[in-house]
């Protein structure tokens, strides 16, 4: 595959640690252009127990709303808009069309 091809489609994950968790942002590209970028809210279970502390699982709805509004927050000040969808359970930047 040609990296020209390959920027024609692809997903691109990045990780972004955010106060009581993190965040695992997909990056959709097609036909070479930005088409989504979706946030995954991660639970690091700080205040878990033992082997259980630390450890990451996708968020509760509760806790996950609380993450992408913390990064939308700070998102904000550049400009961005992000909005949470509580039945998917992630966030989305809002891109303009």
């Not at 955010?18 to 965040?23: A, P, Q, T």
């Not at 878990?48 to 509760?60: H, M, T, V």
């Not at 990064?71 to 989305?92: H, P, T």
Request: no cysteine; glycine share 10%; net charge neutral.
């Amino acid at each position: 595959m040609t990296r020209q091809r390959l920027l024609d489609a692809a997903v691109v994950v990045g990780v972004v640690l955010i106060g009581v968790g993190l965040v695992i942002d997909l990056v959709t590209i097609a036909d070479g252009n930005l088409a989504r970028i979706q946030l995954l809210p991660i639970d690091l279970q700080f205040d878990g127990d033992g082997e259980q502390r630390g450890r990451p699982k996708l968020a509760s709805a509760e806790l996950a709303e609380r993450i992408v509004a913390d990064v939308a927050a700070k998102s904000k000040q550049l400009g961005a808009q992000i909005r949470y969808d509580r039945r998917s359970n992630r966030g989305e930047v809002v891109l303009e069309a």
